[in-house]
């Protein structure tokens, strides 16, 4: 069993049971809560005072509640934030708040804190300048108002701020989005369509449509060479790079010769020796000679 007497550590019995050895811990941790609030903990152990020897810097910790541009950025944003009127600053208020502000910086950074001092001492020129009475012969005509000049400065330098906030506001390569680089083979290869079957079988019968157009009623023999058609066939192809299907027929000369002279054009691809193509489906289909692989 566990036994404790008062200012006396607990002192636990081998023999004691799981149930009271648990009570251990809880009356440990109700003698700590007792010597006061924790302030850290050391690897899981409270620590209610800090070691004597420990060193802690000056500069550990710093905290900016705000961060400001500059003297303008810090007098426009006390303006803004007690709802003053920007042309009727009151310039007694403002400036004792500024001049809080400074205090704080000159605790910490010194080269800062001389370009927020020039403006504290135009703040209080221009509180100077309104407190003095104003001349007889300048109360005759509207007299200047110290501060114009200052909210002139003011008025410009939130106009820019604006302008900034929306400039930052366009997307920026690198920070927005990123830009992508595409490979692209300049190697262009002219692939030409296959001529198909309806296509072909569609300008012979335009071909023939043509040559009954011109046909004449005469009962004629006549011998016909398909050897001496692809003959004529490939001269003239030889004279030009391309030439239309329907250009190598003369229809003039009757249905007979147009078909002999198809008949020698399908011979003549057969044997690889022209190519019909086009350049398209349903374009026109031209004729030229085969190229042979050298």
Same mark, same amino acid.
């Given at each position: ?6 200012g006396d ?12 050895l648990n009570?251990a ?6 003698a700590?809560?007792?010597a006061g609030p924790a302030?850290?903990?050391l690897y899981?152990?409270p620590l209610t005072?800090l070691p ?5 810097p000056p500069? =550990?910790?710093?905290i900016?509640?705000? =961060?400001? %541009?500059?003297?303008?950025?810090l007098l426009? @944003?006390?303006?803004?934030k007690q709802?003053?009127n920007?042309l009727?600053i009151p310039?007694?208020?403002v400036t004792l708040q !500024?001049?809080?502000y ?6 910490h950074n010194?080269?800062l804190? =001389?370009? !927020?001092?020039l403006? =504290?001492?135009?703040l209080?020129?221009? +509180?100077s300048?309104m407190?003095?009475?104003?001349k007889?012969a ?6 200047d108002d110290p501060?114009?000049?200052l909210v002139?400065r003011?008025? %410009? @330098?939130?106009q820019?701020?604006?302008a900034a906030y929306?400039?930052?506001?366009v997307p920026?390569?690198?920070r927005?989005?990123?830009r992508?680089?595409?490979f692209?083979?300049q190697t262009v290869v #002219? ?14 019968a335009?071909?023939?449509r043509?040559a +009954?157009? #011109?046909?004449?009623?005469?009962? $004629?023999?006549?011998?016909? $060479?398909v050897?001496?058609?692809m ?5 003239q192809?030889? $004279? ?7 250009e190598?027929?003369? #229809?003039?000369?009757?249905?007979p010769?147009v078909?002999?002279?198809?008949v020698?054009?399908?011979e003549?691809?057969k044997e690889t020796?022209?190519?019909? #193509?086009?350049? %398209?489906?349903y374009a026109?289909? !031209?004729?030229r000679?085969?190229?042979s692989?050298?």
């Open positions: 069993m566990v036994s404790a007497e008062a550590a607990a002192v636990a019995d081998p023999g004691a049971e799981p149930e009271a009570d811990p809880a009356a440990a941790g109700d700590a809560a007792d302030c850290a903990r899981g152990a005072r004597n020897d420990l060193y802690i500069d =550990a910790l710093e900016f509640l705000e =961060a400001f %541009e500059g003297p303008l950025d426009l @944003y006390l303006i803004r709802n003053f920007i009727d310039m007694a208020e !500024y001049l809080k400074v205090d704080q910086i000159r605790l010194l080269e804190a =001389a370009e !927020y001092l403006m =504290a001492a135009m209080i020129e221009i +509180k300048r407190l003095l009475p104003q007889k300048d109360t005759e005509d509207e007299a501060r114009a000049e002139r003011l008025l %410009e @330098y939130e820019i701020k604006l929306d400039l930052n506001a920026l390569v690198e927005d989005f990123q992508t680089s595409v692209i083979d #002219t692939v030409w369509p296959e001529v198909n079957l309806e296509d072909l079988q569609r300008a012979w335009d071909v023939l043509r +009954k157009l #011109t046909q004449r009623h005469r009962i $004629s023999r006549q011998e016909l $060479s050897r001496e058609h003959s004529s066939i490939l001269r192809l030889q $004279s030009s790079r391309f030439v239309e299907f329907a190598l027929f003369d #229809t003039g000369a009757g249905v010769v078909v002999v002279h198809f020698a054009m399908l003549l691809a020796l022209i190519e019909i #193509t086009q350049a %398209e489906p026109p289909i !031209y004729v000679l085969a190229y692989p050298a």
